[in-house]
């Protein structure tokens, strides 16, 4: 089967081209501003941090059970020491610890400054006051000592860096309450089509439910990005270009979807050419191959297609990382997993295909992938069961079952 889409006059962008393009285009937002740790999480630190105290502050126990010195022990003979208070966490034992005796200690409190051994409660026999140690006690074993973990002005995080819930202990550990991060990206976007129905409203003959602005709020849902739904533009001309230009006014990126093709209703390219600038059209990838990438003055612009599984593709493969990029995130790279393909792939070779499966992994750790279903680009019910990306290179004829095929996570998705 010949596909017609790689009968072009223009050769297609690849997607790797595109994204170098999205990279050269995108700078990060500039401007900072603080927030208070417990709402930190998700956001982009602006610089480094710094720890202003020893973590642990304190030399503490790393057991529940006795601390003594093992100054003068003998630890191949079992030996006694006498019981001379307890420290607590939290309520230190304050007395001196002299040669003999020992404490009671629970994990977290301070040791004495004599203390460099601490033994299980478990390994001992408590005798009224007097504690048993049998031989081969191990001794300078279960202390943390002073800063073991970071040291006062050692680094907490690194700049760039977006918080996650592990940062956030980490940081409080620290004490820091407030940090300075970058702004929120200003995102709006827009369904275009004269078919669309909100919600709500009956559907009459031709007409569909607009899905694509609840995928796309979902998909934009992230603390770094402050997001405005601008709901639906018809398929008109000044309409749409007045949109567009009050939009950019206002906003780091405006995204749309529909209107991206080369149908007799598709005006976003021409539009984007009349009052700001195309970077680039389609790319050679299934689905998503009609994707406006442009500029309004400042405003980045993605004129994603209507059909639903492409917006989604171009999403988390093109969108996704030029809006990390302005959010001033480190990049990262999909996660890529070879699997044994164990149904047949219909593909014509042009584009790069992200076709949708089932990604399970067996008891010894071997991956296999199926289809998830049919892989229309109107059909979000097959993506909706899906977990992974089949992704088939350009060149690729089809997949048979048992041949081995690259895999890559849908967004949040996990192995089954
Ligand atoms: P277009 O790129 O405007 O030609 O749209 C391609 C296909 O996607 C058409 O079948 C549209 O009806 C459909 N479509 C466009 N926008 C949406 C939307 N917001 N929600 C669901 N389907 C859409
Ligand atoms: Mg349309």
């Not at 996660?335 to 047949?344: G, I, R, S, V």
Request: hydrophobic share 40%; aromatic share 8%; glycine share 8%.
């Amino acid at each position: 089967m010949i596909d017609l889409c790689s009968q072009e006059s223009n050769p297609l962008l690849s997607i790797d081209a595109a994204l170098e393009r999205i990279k050269t285009a995108i700078n990060p937002v500039e401007g900072s501003e603080k927030v208070v740790l417990k709402n930190a999480l998700g956001r982009v630190l602006s610089e480094a941090v710094y720890s202003p105290i020893n973590i642990p502050h304190d030399r503490n126990a790393a057991m529940d059970g006795y601390a003594f010195s093992s100054r003068d022990i003998n630890h191949e003979q079992p030996f006694t020491l006498d019981l001379a208070g307890t420290s607590w966490a939290g309520r230190p034992f304050k007395g001196q610890l002299l040669p003999g005796q020992c404490i009671r200690i629970f994990t977290g409190a301070v040791l004495p400054n004599q203390a460099d051994s601490v033994v299980m409660q478990e390994h001992v026999l408590a005798k009224g006051q007097t504690i048993h140690f049998p031989a081969n006690t191990r001794l300078r074993q279960n202390i943390r000592e002073v800063g073991e973990d970071i040291k006062q002005g050692g680094l907490l995080c690194a700049y760039p860096k977006k918080l996650n819930a592990i940062d956030l202990g980490l940081l409080a550990s620290a004490g820091i309450y407030e940090l300075t991060v970058k702004r929120t990206v200003k995102i709006a976007f827009f369904s275009t089509g004269d078919e669309l129905t909100a919600l709500g409203q009956p559907l009459a003959s031709g007409q569909i439910y607009d899905s694509n602005r609840y995928t796309l709020s979902g998909l934009l849902t992230d603390a770094c990005y402050s997001v405005t739904d601008m709901g639906v533009i018809a398929d008109n001309k000044q309409l749409l270009e007045d949109s567009f230009i009050e939009a950019a006014k206002n906003y780091d990126v405006i995204i749309t979807t529909g209107g991206a093709s080369v149908g007799e209703a598709d005006y976003v390219k021409e539009i984007l050419d009349r009052c700001g600038e195309v970077n680039f059209w389609k790319i050679a990838i299934k689905p998503g191959k009609p994707l406006a990438f442009g500029k309004i003055g400042v405003c980045h612009f993605f004129g994603l297609p209507g059909n639903p599984v492409a917006v989604i593709v171009t999403f988390q493969y093109l969108v996704a990382p030029a809006l990390k990029q302005l959010s001033g995130a480190p990049g990262s790279k999909p996660l890529q997993l070879t699997a044994t393909c164990t149904t047949t792939q219909k593909k014509s070779p042009g584009r790069q295909e992200y076709q949708r499966g089932i990604l399970t992994q067996d008891q010894h750790g071997e991956f296999f992938v199926a289809s998830s279903g049919k892989q229309g680009s109107n059909i979000l019910s097959s993506f909706s069961r899906a977990n992974c990306y089949m992704v088939l290179p350009t060149e690729c004829k089809g997949v048979q079952v048992g041949d081995k095929v690259r895999v890559e996570l849908i967004r949040d998705a996990e192995i089954i």
